[in-house]
Structure formats: structure tokens, C-alpha cells
């Protein structure tokens, strides 16, 4: 009876950490492979919640960058059930590492999601 009570805790466990949101990026237009101070770069980010049923507003995803301003963006769109997606407008600065990062996060007691795209730039 333990071993099953084990097993069955493993298996909904391995279930919960599938359950967090997908988060993906794509590069709108060309892509470059360095990135100069003042280049304008439009990201796509597409979010896929797994978990069905989000108590938490795509409004409440949060963007982080290092080396990137955020110029501006689309509203969210869902552009299939449970399906979002929202274009990003980045601007380039230089960094003493060449590293342009740009990160998205979303928590929630279901796992929640973050992912980070990583582009690189010029060094100071």
C-alpha cells in the first residue's frame, strides 16, 4: 500500500512541473547575429498555458532585460484557446559582457512559467 501511495505521489508530482506555462520567442523581420547600441529589435512572445484554467491576467506577465529598453508593445492576443501572443519592442545599449537579455515571467500557484532569450551585442 505505501509503495502505491509512493508511486501515485511521484506521478502527480512529475504532472504538476509539465503544468507550467510555455513560454517561447521569435525574432520578428531579420535577425542579426550582433546586435549594435540603438539596433530596434521586435520580439515575438507566445505564452501556451498548459495548466487550462489561469487565474492570472496576461497583463501580470512580467518582462525583465539587461542591455534592452523596452520601446513599446501589442496588447495581448490569444490567438487560439489558451494561446497568447504579444510582438515586443526592444532598443540595444552596449554591455561590458556583448549579452542582450530579455526575460518573461509569469507567477502562479500552478507553476507558473519564465523564459529568456539571449542575443548578443555590443561590448562596451
Known amino acids: 500500500m505505501k509503495k ?3 508511486i501515485s505521489l511521484l506521478l502527480l508530482s512529475s504532472t504538476f512541473s509539465i503544468l507550467a506555462c510555455n513560454i517561447e520567442f521569435e525574432v520578428q523581420g531579420t535577425s542579426k547575429e550582433t546586435y549594435k547600441s540603438g539596433d530596434e529589435i521586435v520580439v515575438k512572445v ?3 498555458l498548459t495548466h487550462r484554467v489561469c487565474n492570472v491576467a496576461m497583463k501580470d506577465t512580467k ?5 534592452l529598453d523596452i520601446l ?12 497568447w501572443e504579444r510582438k515586443v519592442k526592444l532598443k540595444a545599449k552596449t554591455t561590458s559582457n556583448g549579452k ?6 509569469r507567477t502562479c500557484e500552478k507553476e507558473g512559467g519564465s523564459g529568456s532569450l539571449t542575443l548578443n ?4
Open 4 to 6: 502505491l501511495l509512493i
Open 46 to 48: 507566445k505564452i501556451t
Open 63 to 67: 518582462f525583465d532585460t539587461k542591455g
Open 72 to 83: 513599446g508593445a501589442t496588447d495581448w492576443k490569444e490567438v487560439t484557446p489558451g494561446v
Open 100 to 105: 542582450l537579455i530579455f526575460s518573461v515571467t
Open 121 to 124: 551585442g555590443q561590448k562596451a
